[in-house]
């Protein structure tokens, strides 16, 4: 049984920084993917970013890539999502996840914390 709860989220003016946290409880496969996805309002998922838990390496959205970045604190069993340069258009509804079949497609992750809002305003 797997459980992620993510947290850090809040408000930020544009050109902020902020950085979301996943506690990850229970066993996560090795083989599959781990990442954070987020929805805007009226939008579908969106795939931000994730890897394989023992990659050296990780894959992030055009859309992110250069400003975000995935961290992990194994000490603590965390996930990091590190923002820098936010956009107003990065407000959304951040979820991280785990269980992945596919590294960009949320129809393949078995599992989800309940998301945290991150708010950017001009």
């Known amino acids: 049984q797997v459980q992620l709860v993510e947290s850090g989220g809040g408000s930020v003016q544009a050109g902020g920084s902020l950085t979301l946290s996943c506690v990850v409880s229970?066993?996560?496969?090795?083989?599959?993917?781990m990442g954070w996805f987020r929805q805007g309002p009226g939008e579908g998922r969106e795939w931000v970013g994730g890897s394989l838990p023992l990659s050296g390496s990780t894959l992030y959205a055009a859309s992110v890539e250069g400003r975000f970045t995935i961290s992990w604190d194994n000490a603590n069993n965390l996930m990091l999502l590190q923002m820098t340069s936010l956009k107003l258009e990065d407000t959304a509804l951040y979820y991280c996840?785990?269980?992945?079949?596919?590294?960009?497609?949320?129809?393949?992750?078995?599992?989800w914390g309940q998301g945290t809002q991150v708010t950017v305003s001009s």
């Open positions: 229970g066993s996560t496969s090795p083989t599959r993917f």
């Open positions: 996840a785990a269980g992945g079949l596919v590294v960009a497609d949320w129809r393949t992750y078995d599992y």
